[in-house]
């Protein structure tokens, strides 16, 4: 998976990671993958919602020692 852009919200709660993503998003040209790192446990499915509200693919999402990471691809 080849990605275009990481962003660290690590210690940000909602709604902040969602707003840093759909940020970076807005600057990526379509197709483009960004990966989201989280601290959030609620960003799971905050990111799950948002792809659905906004039509950007969430390609994957996993977890691992606290730590909760989202890859998006920019519709």
């Given at each position: ?9 690590r210690g ?18 379509s ?45």
């Amino acid at each position: 998976m080849d990605i275009h852009k990481e962003l660290d919200t690590r210690g940000l709660n909602c709604p902040l990671p969602i707003l840093k993503a759909k940020k970076a998003l807005a600057e990526m040209e379509s197709g483009q993958l960004l990966k989201v790192v989280a601290t959030d446990p609620g960003s799971t499915r905050d990111f799950q919602a948002f792809a659905r509200q906004t039509g950007n693919e969430l390609v994957e999402q996993s977890s691992a020692n606290g730590e909760f990471f989202h890859v998006l691809k920019r519709r």
